[in-house]
């Protein structure tokens, strides 16, 4: 079956600009997480759904960034008036409830 | 809060011989799971093994294993017969497994590089 799968592979964006980064998970897995990976660091957790709700959100560095899942499955991280700080990987996984998280491919973002 | 170190930044062995990773972590709570991922220049995290900490023996996948040591707060990865496959960076991580507590916590990872 499919995996998880994030949108776009990579973006490069000015700073100041908003952009949006999504994630597909793997279908039926009702939990989703998203994580940051700063060059030559570990992955850094920001948010984590169960459902269409965010369960724990304590990792979003600041109010510039917000994550939606709607519809209990795509999720978009939203980041609003980008900053070159921003520039990272984002990672996404998804799992069964408790269960092993997988992951995606990440999208590298990239703030000039 | 819980933390995970890995003291080795780059590693390099050559093919076909046993390589060590290691790993320490740090928490106050008694339930929780240990992982060890595998990250190739793809980017895309693959987990290469897990250990839950109220298990004594230690978890082996195939050329895999760990080293699991509770009390002194250690888990290291062996990597045996090693493959230029295997080149790739490798996190350490830690779940705690008490409910609503789902955050994945890394160290910052060990670049492994497989010598032909």
């Known amino acids: 079956g499919a995996g998880v799968s994030q949108t776009p592979s990579n973006k490069v964006t000015e700073k100041g600009k908003y952009v949006e980064l999504r994630c597909d998970p793997i279908s039926g897995h009702t939990a989703l997480y998203w994580y940051r990976q700063s060059l030559g660091q570990g992955p850094e957790f920001l948010i984590y759904?169960?459902?269409?709700?965010?369960?724990?959100d304590s990792g979003l560095p600041n109010d510039r960034f917000f994550a939606v899942r709607p519809e209990g499955s795509v999720s978009t991280l939203k980041i609003q008036r980008t900053e070159r700080g921003d520039s990272a990987v984002y990672l996404c996984?998804?799992?069964?409830?408790?269960?092993?998280?997988?992951f995606g491919p990440g999208t590298r973002l990239t703030v000039l | 809060a819980q933390t995970v170190t890995q003291s080795q930044p780059e590693m390099s062995v050559q093919e076909a011989e046993t390589v060590t990773l290691s790993c320490t972590y740090d928490?106050?709570?008694?339930?929780?799971?240990l992982f060890w991922y595998k990250q190739p220049p793809s980017r895309q995290m693959i987990l290469v093994i897990r250990?839950?900490?109220?298990?004594?023996q230690n978890a082996t996948e195939n050329r895999f294993s760990v080293n699991f040591q509770k009390a002194a707060k250690s888990f290291s990865l062996k990597i045996s017969d090693s493959q230029l496959g295997d080149t790739a960076m490798y996190f350490c991580a830690f779940i705690n497994t008490n409910f609503g507590n789902e955050k994945l916590t890394f160290g910052t990872g060990t670049r492994l590089t497989i010598i032909p």
């Open positions: 759904f169960q459902g269409t709700g965010a369960a724990d």
């Open positions: 996984a998804s799992s069964v409830s408790s269960g092993e998280q997988f």
């Open positions: 928490t106050s709570e008694s339930n929780y799971y």
């Open positions: 250990q839950e900490a109220y298990k004594q």
